[in-house]
């Protein structure tokens, strides 16, 4: 797979943070309770957003190549960090006229989205300083 690149970049308003990827631009920020603007998700709803994005169009093109109905697909994910790790629970709504074999194989395929293997493998984050 070709390397990902995005430039996340924070100024002089609070906590609103600006990404670009070369191609699109857009925000985060911590809502206003915690000082922010509220002007896009906070970290943590973005990282839930890239698993369900992941998990919605790779279940998307499966069924298409497949010809199986799916009409749409939810993704309603919610994350708990604690001592002991991190849980991210993934509720999945298929909505067509599906078989019971084809939902099941939709939720293995769910399982092998890429940003899905990516979380459940080991994660190695190099950090350098750069002269700006």
């Known amino acids: 797979m070709a390397a990902t690149a995005v430039t996340a970049h924070i ?3 609070n906590y609103q943070v600006q990404f670009d990827d070369g191609t699109h631009t857009w925000f985060a920020d911590e809502p206003a309770r915690l000082g922010g603007g509220d002007t896009g998700p906070a ?3 973005l990282l839930l ?3 369900g994005a992941c998990t919605s169009i790779t279940l998307k093109m499966y069924a298409q190549r497949k010809e199986w109905p799916l009409d749409g ?3 309603k994910l919610s994350m708990e960090t604690g001592n002991e790790g991190t849980t991210i629970d993934r ?3 298929l909505e067509g006229a599906l078989s019971d074999e084809q939902r099941e194989r939709l939720l293995q395929i769910a399982n092998a989205c890429p940003v899905h293997k990516v979380l459940t493998n080991a994660i190695t984050i190099r950090s350098g300083l750069v002269a700006a």
Do not use: E, H, K, M
Request: aromatic share 6%.
């Open 91 to 93: 509720q999945i709504v």
């Open 73 to 75: 697909v939810r993704v």
């Open 43 to 45: 970290p943590y709803s």
């Open 11 to 13: 100024g002089s308003t």
């Open 49 to 51: 957003s890239s698993l």
